[in-house]
């Protein structure tokens, strides 16, 4: 099709909306609109209208215009209380300080429309172009009461720093990058560090993109509240009740919860058993024993479980040495490491604080050792007020278990 066809036959452009759901109420919060145009074939997408700027900057503000005044329309026909989410180009809303939007709003707020049910999508990457001047022009219709959404993040060149800047009310995230069949580390951590960020910033996290089993479970592990999605619901030409997707969503979270509680239960479990174990094998160490003897000692007793063990004090200086696996029942001492600190490591000090007081160890989170570039967990157990035994787990081993990776 013609961008000048498209234009010739504006009546014909038609705007879907896709529902978004929230997962505290399970209930359909807004729509964003998309515009479809009804041809003898169908009714076709025309998203790419949008995206291609080689059409006139004119010709896409018109029908921009002509879409949004046809979804404000029903919108205020049929009472709706939600939130519509629009598409909007960010070079085209600084190109007249947002002159086209307002106006074409302005009408409704005296039907009864409030801003607070407007949510303007930018692109991400539009955005970072223009940073100094669209920061001020969103804060302003931020006061307005509109709501600003950055679209289309956590690529991985994603730019976190930009997004604290711009204080968007919601973040959208596409998951549509985990078809490709395994899932790459690196978005899993761009999207936790957004998850972090969106928090703190007082943003809420939307994952777009939905269209099975998995991507819904990934967004919902990766702190969204928000939905969208073909798996949830297809975009209609309708507004919908609100409650339609209530019992699938529930459904779902039940396979989560189940899911993730197997997870934490075998984390537990693993906790308790070197927990049971150390507390027994520290009776069997004399006073005698040097720090290095107390690590080999804990080496031989805790071979399948570790391949790095070590003792720092309660401000993180390494007291022994390195006891290293270097094959099955094979360990050597590094000294190497003995006297570094290790205080400045996430959640070290934590840790320390609540190992002595609940006088028992915790396990670590996932995270990537720097020197074996692959996914560990760490064990860390008080021997005293000031002894800390940390005990480094291989993944082979967290792989051969059920729930620990
Ligand atoms: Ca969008």
């Known amino acids: 099709m013609d961008p000048l066809d498209v234009m010739m036959n504006k009546e014909k452009v038609i705007p879907y909306y896709q529902p978004i759901i929230s997962a505290d109420k399970q209930l359909v919060v ?3 609109v998309l515009a479809r145009m009804e041809t003898e074939e169908g009714v076709e997408k025309l998203g790419w209208f949008f995206q291609d700027k080689s059409i006139p900057d004119d010709f896409r503000l018109e029908l921009d215009d002509h879409m949004q005044k046809k979804a404000l329309d ?5 009472e709706q209380k939600d939130v519509l989410f629009f598409n909007y180009d960010a070079n085209l809303l600084l190109k007249d300080n947002g002159e086209t939007l307002l106006k074409r709003i302005e009408p409704y707020r005296e039907k009864g ?3 607070n ?3 303007l999508e930018l692109k991400e990457e539009e955005v970072s172009n223009h940073l100094d001047d669209i920061k001020h022009l969103l804060a302003y219709l931020q006061n307005m009461g509109i709501r600003i959404a950055i679209d289309d993040l956590g690529q991985s060149n994603t730019n976190l720093d930009q997004i604290a800047m711009l204080k968007p009310n919601i973040v959208k995230v596409n998951v549509t990058f985990m078809e490709a069949e395994e899932l790459p580390h ?10 972090m960020l969106s928090r703190k910033i007082g943003a809420t996290l939307l994952f777009e993109g939905i269209s099975n089993f998995n991507q819904l479970n990934y967004a919902w592990r990766n702190g969204g509240r928000y939905y969208q999605g073909f798996y949830l619901m297809r975009p209609v030409p309708k507004f919908v009740n609100s409650a339609i997707c209530k019992e699938k969503m529930q459904k779902e979270f039940h396979h989560f919860i189940v899911f993730e509680r197997r997870k934490m239960e075998a984390q537990l479990a693993l906790s308790n058993q070197l927990n049971q174990q150390l507390k027994a094998l520290m009776k069997k160490i004399s006073e005698q024993d040097s720090y290095d003897e107390m690590i080999m000692k804990v080496a031989k007793d805790c071979n399948p479980f570790a391949f790095r063990i070590y003792i720092c004090n309660e401000e993180g200086f390494q007291q022994s040495s390195n006891a290293e696996k270097r094959r099955e029942n094979d360990w050597v001492l590094i000294e190497e490491g003995r006297y570094k600190n290790w205080s400045w490591r996430p959640y070290f000090l934590e840790n320390i604080v609540r190992m002595n007081v609940e006088k028992r160890g915790i396990l670590s989170d996932l995270y990537t050792d720097i020197d074996r570039d692959e996914r560990i967990r760490t064990y ?5 007020e000031s002894l800390y035994l940390f005990l480094d787990i291989p993944y082979d081993f967290l792989f051969e278990q059920d729930g620990l990776l």
């Open 30 to 32: 807004g729509y964003e």
């Open 74 to 78: 029903a919108f205020l026909e049929t």
């Open 113 to 115: 429309l409030n801003l």
């Open 117 to 119: 049910q407007i949510v």
């Open 186 to 195: 690196l978005y899993r951590e761009v999207h936790h560090s957004l998850a």
């Open 380 to 384: 860390s157990y008080p021997i005293s």
